[in-house]
């Protein structure tokens, strides 16, 4: 696949995921998150990161109502402020205040102190743009889940933490190329059903 393609695949699969109505999503949103509730991982995670939605991604707002119904632990992505390609993590609670992030994405406002990195993590729930029957996920391209996700991939077994992707079950394709300095995801989540990279 050249990269012309991979851009017109994000081109075509970011415009199907624009064109869903206000409706179309919250179903969506309510649809993913029995999903995911019924997911292994999911039940037996304690701290748990998810993402608040830009672009028409799947919204996992219920998925976060139900982390914290749990007495579960929840956790948004932020930008680092000096290495500016990696992602922290930050705690969030119901009501925390936002902001946006230089990309115009929410972040939650905290103390740098109480960041943490994705190492100290139990399962984050990251949004993609497209993915395939392996599993292997096409992102926004800018790659700061792969680099911040990066140290997975010289664990041969220990394995923290669990990496599943959430979308639209539309962005599913046949077949994406997976690069070297991909972080391989064990599943996707989608509003119809739980894909396993195992097959």
């Given amino acids: 696949m050249?990269?012309?393609?991979?851009t017109d695949l994000r081109r075509n699969l970011r415009a199907q995921r624009a064109s869903l109505s206000p409706a179309q999503q919250a179903h969506a949103a309510h649809a993913l998150d029995v999903q995911v509730s019924?997911?292994?991982?999911?039940?037996?995670?304690r701290r748990i990161a998810c993402y608040l939605?830009?672009?028409g991604?799947?919204?996992?707002?219920?998925?976060?109502?139900r982390i914290w119904g749990l007495n579960k632990t929840c956790y948004l992505p932020v930008l680092s402020r000096i290495q500016h390609d990696r992602l922290w993590f930050a705690?969030?609670?119901?009501?925390?205040?936002?902001?946006?992030?230089?990309?115009?994405?929410?972040?939650?406002v905290v103390f740098a102190r109480n960041?943490?990195?994705?190492?100290?993590?139990?399962?984050?729930?990251?949004?993609l743009v497209g993915f395939d029957t392996h599993c292997h996920r096409l992102g926004m391209g800018k790659g700061f889940y792969d680099r911040s996700l990066e140290?997975?991939?010289?664990?041969?077994?220990?394995?923290?933490p669990h990496i599943l992707g959430l979308a639209h079950d539309f962005q599913r394709v046949e077949t994406l190329p997976a690069d070297p300095w991909d972080v391989p995801l064990q599943?996707?989540?989608?509003?119809?059903?739980?894909?396993?990279?195992?097959g």
């Fill in 115 to 127: 960041l943490v990195r994705a190492q100290k993590l139990d399962l984050i729930l990251l949004p």
């Fill in 57 to 65: 991604e799947i919204d996992p707002a219920r998925v976060m109502e």
């Fill in 151 to 160: 140290f997975l991939n010289h664990r041969q077994h220990w394995r923290k």
């Fill in 187 to 198: 599943g996707v989540v989608t509003d119809k059903s739980f894909y396993s990279a195992n």
């Fill in 2 to 6: 050249t990269i012309n393609t991979k």
């Fill in 91 to 108: 705690p969030v609670k119901p009501g925390a205040k936002l902001r946006p992030n230089r990309y115009g994405i929410l972040e939650p």
């Fill in 38 to 45: 019924e997911t292994r991982l999911f039940n037996v995670c």
């Fill in 53 to 55: 939605p830009a672009n």
